[in-house]
């Protein structure tokens, strides 16, 4: 049974994953549709700035709680001489990469012009801070950590649509401009989700080493729950590109409803998908690791 330390870390990355996802998706679809989004230029930084903040404040408490878990006392979270040694570990570098990243996303954020930019580089930045602890580093395979990148990157995209769609399909006037979105995005999805999976496929492979390992041990079938979960959340993303989207274009209100629903189920879908990752990445160990 996990212990306490165990468990506060999950929520603790539950929040950093929701947070940096979140707010560096916002941005990158922010500059991808730059057009369809410029009404919600406002919106859009407030949310990425919340959800920024967030993370920073997530990835202080999770770095603070391995200073707990080591010491067993709650006091570990405060102790300078623990948290100075863990910053000498790989759990601090990338605590830095997070901190670095996030800054510039906060920074990029209340800047005009070259701003959204700004916040983009540092995004890249506290998402490259994932491969510098965790199953993937342990592998000690560059490409993989490249793979890593690109894999959060698409992630974070998908999150970043959800809030712009669901905003502008709620008013009859930008009825139009929510359908350009989503038939836009849907063209950019028909091929970055299917490189998505892939690339979480070839992590899954490396990491677990067997088919076996896929159906024996704790990481496997917890991942085998993140992929069922990932399997309800792109049936709600097809309906959305094939039925919803369509009807919009037409300008059926009703499928505009229909998708406001369909997005708030995509929300919770990723919200349990990045509850499992945090458990998956805290409580389990990847069987590869063991037989290295």
Known sequence: MPDTWELASTLAKFLLYLGVLGSIGLVLVRIVFARETRGLHGDSVRRATALAALALLAAGIGFALKGAAMTGELSGMTDPEMLGLLWQTPAGTAFAYRVAGLGLVLV????????????????????????????????????????????LAGAAFWIGILSPLRTLSGAPESLSLAAGLGYRFGRIAAITVPLLIAAGIVMAWRLLGSVEALLETGYGLTLLAKI?????????????????????????????????????????????????????????????????
């Open 108 to 151: 990029g954020l209340r800047l005009a012009g070259i701003g959204l930019p700004i916040a983009a580089a540092g995004g890249l930045l506290a998402l490259w801070s994932f491969s510098r602890i965790g199953h993937v580093s342990d592998a000690g395979a560059l490409w993989l950590e490249f793979l890593l990148l690109l894999h």
């Open 228 to 292: 069922g979960v990932v399997a309800c959340l792109l049936a709600a993303a097809a309906a959305n590109k094939l039925r919803f989207v369509p009807a919009m274009t037409a300008g059926d209100r009703r499928a505009a409803v229909a998708l406001r629903r369909s997005i708030a189920v995509e929300w919770a879908a990723i919200c349990l998908v990045l509850l499992v990752t945090a458990a998956l990445t805290t409580l389990q160990g990847a069987p590869a690791e063991g037989s290295q």
